[in-house]
Nanobody, 117 residues
Framework: QVHLVESGGGLVQPGGSLRLSCTASGDIFIFRLSAVGWYRQAPGNQRDLVAQIQFGNSSISYADFVKGRFTISRDNAKNVVYLQMNSLKPEDTAVYYC????????WGQGIQVTVSS
């Protein structure tokens, strides 16, 4: 089993930045072999994929609504996947989740990001 914990969320003004971290514990071997994605869900909306990074950083993809503003990266030595979020907009407000996929599917508990003046 893999246990994922998100951190780094909070309240930020429009145009600001936040860096989310997804830290893994448990079966780190599964985590390091897995693709890891960041998802978000606003109240009343479905959960959408924001960005994903494959095993070994071989492939990275972004949703159109964050391209050019968000950057996903991973540090397998530290068992962490990051989501750098720049130029934040009020519509980025949501609960953000990280998830592994491929070898095993595990979700974090989510963390709130609120973009408001």
């Amino acid at each position: 089993q893999v246990h994922l914990v998100e951190s780094g969320g909070g309240l930020v003004q429009p145009g600001g930045s936040l860096r989310l971290s997804c830290t893994a514990s448990g079966d780190i071997f599964i985590f390091r072999l897995s693709a890891v994605g960041w998802y978000r869900q606003a109240p009343g909306n479905q959960r959408d994929l924001v960005a994903q990074i494959q095993f070994g950083n071989s492939s990275i993809s972004y949703a159109d609504f964050v391209k050019g503003r968000f950057t996903i990266s991973r540090d397998n030595a530290k068992n962490v996947v990051y989501l750098q979020m720049n130029s934040l907009k009020p519509e980025d407000t949501a609960v953000y989740y990280c998830k592994t996929s491929g070898v095993g599917d595990y979700w974090g508990q989510g963390i709130q990001v609120t973009v408001s003046s």
